[in-house]
T-cell receptor
């Protein structure tokens, strides 16, 4: 398995506060992804990165921003958290060329 | 555009019975298809993938899936269920071109329960 860690694993925060989730990989994979998982919706892509400083929006990007300053780190920021952003967030990495995506353990975020 | 529909949000089988989880996809280009499994409080793990080679794909833990272009289906099967198969299963399609290039689109998930 690709070495993917996410931090924090659990977080409770209040509406209106900024939150940053971190994904760290040790496999030197080029592509990285942030998904959110909600019951009945499967996983939905928030943002993705195809290289250092190269990022793009997914299908549910409103209210989120990302940054990738190093190959191994991909940060997801909720600029002003809302209750609708309560979810489980997964990071994934991919080597490229239609290879499989490897998933991290997830971060459970609760916005009160 | 691409999409995935998993028929049945919950499937319940007895230990030793056939497992059949249904997945239909929509894609404007030849798809790459995946099945992932998620155990409680864990991330997703790849079970198997179809990438335009053999239409019958074998995966881990005794699972297999058959790509049927005429039916736009990629159903997951296992001849004999085991208690350890209880998990949530996700079908996903990946675009090979256009605006869907490289992006995975997931189905809603199917929770498999295995009874003794």
């Amino acid at each position: 398995d690709a070495g993917i860690t996410q931090s924090p694993r659990h977080k409770v925060t209040e509406t209106g506060t900024p939150v940053t989730l971190r994904c760290h990989q040790t496999e030197n994979h080029r592509y990285m992804y942030w998904y959110r998982q909600d019951p009945g919706h499967g996983l939905r892509l928030i943002h993705y990165s195809y290289g250092v400083k190269d990022t793009d929006k997914g299908e549910v990007s409103d209210g989120y921003s990302v940054s990738r300053s190093k190959t191994e780190d991909f940060l997801l920021t909720l600029e002003s958290a809302t209750s609708s952003q309560t979810s489980v967030y997964f990071c994934a990495t991919e080597q490229g060329g239609y290879n499989e995506q490897f998933f991290g353990p997830g971060t459970r975020l609760t916005v009160l | 555009a691409q999409s995935v529909t998993q028929l049945g949000s919950h499937v319940s089988v007895s230990e030793g019975a056939l497992v059949l989880l249904r997945c239909n996809y929509s894609s404007s280009v030849p798809p790459y298809l995946f099945w992932y499994v998620q155990y409680p409080n864990q991330g997703l793990q790849l079970l198997l993938k179809y990438t335009s080679a053999a239409t019958l794909v074998k995966g881990i833990n005794g699972f297999e899936a058959e790509f049927k272009k005429s039916e736009t289906s990629f159903h997951l099967t296992k001849p004999s269920a085991h208690m350890s198969d209880a998990a949530e299963y996700f079908c996903a399609v990946r675009g090979a071109g256009g605006t869907s290039y490289g992006k995975l689109t997931f189905g809603q998930g199917t929770i498999l329960t295995v009874h003794p």
